[in-house]
């Protein structure tokens, strides 16, 4: 990736996470710290890597995109919105009862989503469902879907590992959002999915295990995932949970929390720094 | 005496049969003989998938296969279906009103020796609750094709009720079936019977045993759960004053409910319903399951003769 592509991306990505607060707070409700770590990721992708159009958000050979996560729908809206699926300004209305951003990805209802998704473990079952009918079709789409480390705890997420790796589904790229927290505390502590790289080979999958914060790595990691033939591919990406805002950053509680005014005035600071800096 | 084909056979013939449309896509878990999708396999191997045991999966799959411009059918027990993936279906399928069509085998007691755990009495009831769902429950082989049609020419979640038993065949190549739609398979002014998917049957010998008594019943085949057929049923309410509903299911959450709900608000009269009662089901044999849990031609006559007593 360029020099001019990369900072393009980083200043989205903090526009991702202005977004992210601004639809959260807001709201007074919602998941911010997933939205955030995973912000990398969601920008790579609908920004720079996916191959979809927003004046036809259903054609059909279309990139897929399954949050399988889908708590952390504040991310993915943002970053369908910046990519032209639907107006920022709309972002505000998130879970409000007149818009049409529901609480969690609803495809009836928000340009751009490819699934409904909330209940966890289920949206990566779906995603291989839509790569089988990609390999039925021999369409060369690709299927793409994010799994929080907290999510892995759900036994559907090893019945969808396992049925994609006998189908060979190289056509499917997940990601974990590896923050190490969930609601009630650190993951290890909650119900320990660990060894995740190790749990993911043994069911043959291609691992790739990189710091999800880090550009460069995600690129190569979701290039040779493309390259990668006769089996599926998880990115494991390292993050921070609540990242770019300093006093969200790995803090259980801001799981599922909106800030007050004054919090949210802080992390916009945090965050408008951030986007001065890059562009300089 | 009529040939009696069980329902579960009838849908993997019609999978089979139907499944020349290229859109059509059969998963199973692990059950593909027992199902009958093996019929489907053995003439389109390419779109059969086997999803081995694990139903919550499948039925995900199934959803994700669907946004694809797939017709998918999703095969596997009643119990399983309606049961272990009870949510799946609500949320990945019903919520955003994909067109996964679940083709539920071995409802009921019927299923005989298998006993409790795999005799499956509440999906009904779990499926009716579900916005967008539509639930057929066929009485015979004829019924079963035409409800696979259908339900491939329906856009949106199907459940299909199927049985393991062999069942008589009831209808013709005349016989018409229409999604939502009842059918009064018998005239009568005394009382009306509504029946659905095996207690079709029975209700057809009561209708006999009744009329040598005197009572002339009607009798209404309810394919159809849901939507259930409002009209059909105010109209019995309104000319025979009294119904007796018959199902393989539990008394609660099923097509009694469903008639229930619909006499109370639109007619009110007395509706006596047979079903099992909110009881599991146990082993033995399939006709021994049936008499005991009163689902036989006898238990509707007697529920009859109880019925007009009310009128």
Redesign the interface.
């Known amino acids: 990736m360029d020099k001019k592509t990369l900072l393009e991306l980083k200043k989205k990505a903090v526009r991702t996470r202005k977004h992210i607060l601004d639809e959260v707070y807001a709201a007074q409700s919602g998941h911010p710290g997933g939205s955030l770590s995973a912000t990398e990721i969601f920008t790579y992708l609908f920004q720079h890597e996916m191959r979809i159009d927003p004046a036809n958000p259903k054609w ?1 050979d279309r990139d ?1 995109f ?1 949050l399988s996560k889908g708590h952390c729908a504040p991310g993915l809206y943002a970053a369908l919105a910046i990519r032209g699926f639907f107006p920022e300004e709309d972002l505000k209305g998130f879970r409000s009862i007149d818009s049409y951003l529901q609480g969690h990805p ?3 209802d928000v340009p751009g989503v ?3 998704t ?2 966890l ?3 990566i ?10 390999k ?2 021999k369409k060369d789409y690709r299927v793409f879907a994010l799994l929080g480390d907290g999510e892995i705890q759900e ?2 997420v090893w ?2 590992f ?2 994609a790796a ?2 060979k589904l190289d056509n499917l790229t997940a990601f974990l959002d590896h923050n190490g927290l969930q609601i009630d505390g650190n993951i290890s502590d909650v119900m320990c999915p660990e060894d995740v790289v190790e749990k993911f080979r043994a069911f043959c999958w291609n691992v790739i295990d990189i710091d999800g914060h880090d550009w460069e790595a995600i690129e190569a990691a979701v290039e040779e995932a493309k390259a990668t033939k006769g089996r599926p591919t998880v990115i494991v990406l390292k993050t921070i949970k609540g990242k770019g805002v300093s006093y969200m950053e790995g803090v259980a509680g801001w799981h599922g929390m909106a800030p007050d005014e004054e919090l949210y005035k802080k992390a916009i600071a945090e965050l408008d720094e951030a986007m001065a800096s890059l562009e300089v | 005496m009529a040939e009696k084909i069980a329902t579960r056979q009838a849908y993997g013939d019609a999978l089979a049969e139907f499944g020349v449309d290229e859109k059509i896509v059969v998963f199973d878990a692990d059950l593909s003989k027992s199902t009958k999708t093996a019929n489907f396999q053995k003439k389109f191997p390419e779109r059969f998938f086997n999803m081995g045991i694990a139903e919550a999966n499948m039925m995900c799959a199934a959803a994700g296969m669907s946004t694809c411009g797939k017709t998918v059918f999703a095969s596997t027990f009643a119990i399983f279906a309606a049961g272990r993936a009870c949510e799946q279906v609500r949320n990945s399928i019903c919520y955003p009103n994909l067109n996964v069509k679940i083709g539920a085998t071995h409802a009921g007691v019927s299923i005989g020796e298998d006993g409790a755990s795999h005799q499956m009495l509440e999906d009904i009831a779990n499926m009716r609750a579900m916005p967008n769902m539509t639930i057929i429950s066929p009485a015979d082989a004829v019924e079963t094709r035409l409800a696979v049609k259908a339900s491939i020419e329906h856009k949106g979640p199907v459940y299909l009720r199927l049985g393991r038993l062999n069942v008589p065949v009831i209808f013709d190549e005349t016989y018409e079936f229409v999604i939502g739609k009842g059918v009064e398979i018998k005239s009568g002014t005394d009382l009306t019977i509504i029946a659905t998917g095996l207690l079709v049957h029975e209700a057809i010998a009561a209708h006999g045993i009744l009329a040598e008594k005197g009572i002339k019943a009607r009798i209404v085949n309810m394919p159809t759960i849901k939507p259930i057929d409002e009209d059909i049923i105010v109209k019995a309410a309104k000319e025979t004053g009294v119904i007796v509903t018959a199902e393989e299911h539990n008394i609660m959450g099923g097509l009694g409910s469903a008639v229930c709900e619909v006499v109370a608000e639109k007619y009110p009269v007395p509706v006596l319903r047979i079903g099992t009662k909110d009881k599991f089901g146990k082993s033995g044999k399939p006709e021994l399951l049936l008499k005991e849990y009163g689902l036989t031609a006898e238990d509707i006559v007697r529920k009859a003769e109880e019925a007009i007593k009310l009128k």
């Open positions: 059909e897929r399954v609803s495809m009836k490819d699934m409904s909330g209940s473990g289920q949206g079952s779906t995603a291989v469902g839509m790569a089988l009918a990609g039925l079709d036994g559907q019945e969808a396992m049925s006998h189908y």
